[in-house]
């Protein structure tokens, strides 16, 4: 079964960066497509960016230039660096796997003075 475990979230000044982590097991994760998802209060979930098995990315417009997706696949994990942060940027994320129907925890990013 796909497990996937994020992590690296918390409260953050506006300006200021996070890194996002997501661990993945149970398949094999160089394989496979990678996406991170948002749901902002009281909003729908939305993805952020991808990342495909040959490290093509896709990023939604109001992070460009800001959030940058990346792999690891010797560790299974995958990231995205958050930088410059808004408070619209406040929101639970997820890690999926593209594809796939499993979901991890979250983790929550807070953007606040």
């Known amino acids: 079964q796909v497990q996937l475990v994020e992590s690296g979230g918390g409260l953050v000044e506006p300006g200021g960066s996070l890194r996002l982590s997501c661990v993945v097991a149970?398949?094999?994760?160089?394989?496979?497509?990678m996406g991170w998802f948002r749901q902002p209060p009281g909003k729908q979930l939305e993805e952020v960016a991808r990342?495909?098995?040959?490290?093509?990315?896709y990023y939604t417009d109001s992070v460009k230039g800001r959030f940058t997706i990346s792999r690891d696949n010797a560790k299974n994990t995958v990231y995205l660096q958050m930088n410059s942060l808004k408070p619209e940027d406040t929101a639970l994320y997820y890690c999926?796997?593209?594809?796939?129907?499993?979901w991890g925890q979250g983790t929550q990013v807070t953007v606040s003075k």
């Open positions: 990342i495909t098995s040959r490290d093509s990315t």
């Open positions: 999926k796997v593209l594809g796939f129907q499993n």
């Open positions: 149970g398949l094999s994760f160089s394989d496979n497509a």
